[in-house]
């Protein structure tokens, strides 16, 4: 039971590159969230999944896209990064909306 | 919007003090309160969820309260070791849906050998 994994662990784009952050998990949880947590922001909600099928906008979607690929397996897109998205990046699930949010190792993303 | 406090952002204590790190919230209407550790380059632990309904919640060492009407949450830890060290978190959703959480700033705990 691996729990929450994340792909890649590291990443480093130019500006102007696009890229996917994986995120898949393994307790059957209906919700998924991705996350960024920056110095002095702290963690901030960037879109979340309640259920397979849907998506929706959290604090600070802009510059994102996800998929909710099917009930495991929630991606983030950067379609054209920029240096303000440089972030660690945390992906994480919950049984249902509401419940104890279990989060991944994160993601390390530098836009140079 | 939900905004959530935590005092203070650092703390330095001796390895068995008992101590209480704090986390305020400003709108009482919440679905549950959850409590979470980090350790430096990791992801988040979840250590404890106190629903709206109840008033407290223990796991081992740690005790987490919360009092709604006050807008407060402590978490407790008891004969702190120097494993304890890390990053608390706290979070409260941003709705009254649960799902869309706002996070504390965090505490930055030292214990001390």
């Known amino acids: 039971n691996a729990g929450v994994t994340q792909t890649p662990k590291f990443q480093v784009l130019k500006t102007g590159q696009s890229m996917t952050l994986q995120c898949a998990q393994d307790?059957?949880?209906?919700?998924m969230y991705w996350y960024r947590q920056d110095p002095g922001m702290g963690l901030r909600l960037i879109y979340y999944?309640?259920?397979?099928?849907?998506?929706d906008k959290g604090e600070v979607p802009n510059g994102y896209n996800v998929s909710r690929l099917n009930k495991r397996e929630f991606s983030l897109r950067l379609e054209s990064a920029a240096p303000s998205q440089t972030s660690v990046y945390f992906c994480?699930?919950?049984?249902?909306?509401?419940?104890?949010?279990?989060f991944g190792p994160g993601t390390r993303l530098t836009v140079t | 919007k939900q905004e959530v406090t935590q005092i203070p952002a650092a703390l330095s204590v001796p390895e068995g003090e008992n101590l209480v790190l704090n986390c305020s919230f400003t709108?009482?209407?919440?679905?549950?309160l959850q409590w979470f550790r980090q350790d430096p380059g990791k992801g988040l632990t979840s250590l404890l969820l106190i629903q709206s309904s109840q008033r407290e919640q223990t796991s081992g060492r740690l005790n987490a309260s919360l009092d709604k009407s006050s807008g407060r949450s402590t978490l407790y830890i008891a004969a702190s070791q120097p494993g304890d060290s890390a990053t608390y978190l706290c979070?409260?959703?941003?709705?009254?849906?649960?799902?869309?959480?706002?996070f504390g700033g965090g505490t930055r705990l030292m214990v001390k050998p």
């Open positions: 979070a409260a959703p941003l709705n009254n849906a649960g799902n869309m959480l706002t």
């Open positions: 307790m059957n949880h209906n919700s």
């Open positions: 999944s309640a259920s397979e099928g849907t998506t």
């Open positions: 994480a699930s919950s049984e249902d909306r509401g419940g104890e949010q279990y």
């Open positions: 709108d009482s209407a919440i679905y549950n």
